[in-house]
C-alpha cells in the first residue's frame, strides 16, 4: 500500500495552549472531513511545524486529545523567513492509503489559505 502525503496549515489566535490547541484541532477535524476514509490508524506518522511566535503548547497535544494515541507524531520549528505567516500551524500527514495523490484533499484554513493558492484548498466548515 502506498503512502501518501496530506498538508494543511492553519493559524492560532494567539500563543496561548488552548489556542493553539484549538487551531489544531479544527485542522485535523477539517482534514479527515475532506478525506473522509482517512482513520488515525491509517496515519503512519505526522509532522506538525509552528512559527518562532508559538510556543505555548506542541500542537501533537491535540491530535492526542482527538484519540491519536498510536500514531506516530513529531513538532518542529519553522524555518523564520522573514515576512512569514504569523501564528501558523503546518502539519504533513503520511497517510497509508490506496487512492491516488490526486484524490488527496489539502486542507488550508483562516487565513493559512494564502499559503498556498495553487493547490485545492478546501475550508471546510468547521
Not at 52 to 64: E, I, Q, S, T, W
Request: proline residues 8%.
Amino acid at each position: 500500500m502506498p503512502t501518501r502525503g496530506i498538508r494543511g496549515a492553519t493559524v492560532a489566535s494567539a500563543n496561548q495552549e488552548e489556542a493553539i490547541l484549538l487551531a489544531t484541532r479544527e485542522l485535523l477535524e477539517a482534514i479527515m472531513n475532506a478525506n473522509p476514509t482517512l482513520t488515525p490508524e491509517d496515519v503512519a506518522s505526522a509532522l506538525f511545524t509552528v512559527t518562532d511566535d508559538l510556543n505555548a503548547a506542541y500542537p501533537a497535544k491535540a491530535a492526542r486529545q482527538l484519540g491519536w494515541t498510536e500514531t506516530p507524531l513529531m513538532c518542529a520549528r519553522e524555518i523564520p523567513v522573514p515576512g512569514s505567516l504569523p501564528l501558523c500551524i503546518r502539519v504533513l500527514l503520511h497517510w497509508n492509503t490506496d487512492l491516488p495523490q490526486s484524490a488527496i484533499r489539502h486542507v488550508y484554513l483562516e487565513e493559512a489559505t494564502k499559503l498556498r493558492p495553487d493547490l485545492r484548498i478546501d475550508n471546510t466548515e468547521k
